[in-house]
């Protein structure tokens, strides 16, 4: 059974940094493509960072380009998610996903390409 466990969610005021943590169980993250999506009140779920089972190919939305970073620690199991210069417009849930197949580039931007999701965490950016 794959579960996935989002931590480091919180309030921050807005040009500050969290950190969000996602530690995998049942699933290899050093064999699993992996992304973060978010999904704001009365908003559809976005694409937010990817990255590829290698590690070699990191992809991310434009809204969040420049500003955040996704990396992985294959020996903790833990892909995370680090988030600088905090806008009001990030605030929102946010949700750790695996996928079951590879692939790249757009296919990494789906919901659809992700079999696995966590449970989420709270992330407010505040003015």
């Known amino acids: 059974q794959v579960q996935l466990v989002e931590s480091g969610g919180g309030s921050v005021q807005a040009g500050g940094s969290l950190r969000l943590s996602c530690a995998a169980s049942?699933?290899?993250?050093?064999?699993?493509?992996m992304g973060w999506f978010r999904q704001a009140p009365g908003k559809e779920r976005e694409f937010v960072a990817a990255?590829?089972?290698?590690?070699?190919?990191?992809y991310y939305g434009d809204s969040v380009k420049g500003r955040f970073t996704i990396s992985k620690d294959n020996a903790k199991n833990t892909v995370y998610l680090q988030m600088n210069n905090l806008k009001p417009e990030d605030t929102a849930v946010y949700y750790c996903?695996?996928?079951?197949?590879?692939?790249?580039?757009?296919?990494?931007?789906?919901?659809?390409?992700?079999?696995?999701w966590g449970q989420g965490t709270q992330v407010t950016a505040s003015s």
């Open positions: 990255m590829t089972w290698s590690g070699s190919s990191t």
């Open positions: 049942g699933r290899t993250v050093s064999s699993t493509d």
């Open positions: 996903a695996a996928a079951v197949y590879y692939g790249s580039g757009n296919w990494l931007t789906r919901r659809s390409s992700y079999a696995y």
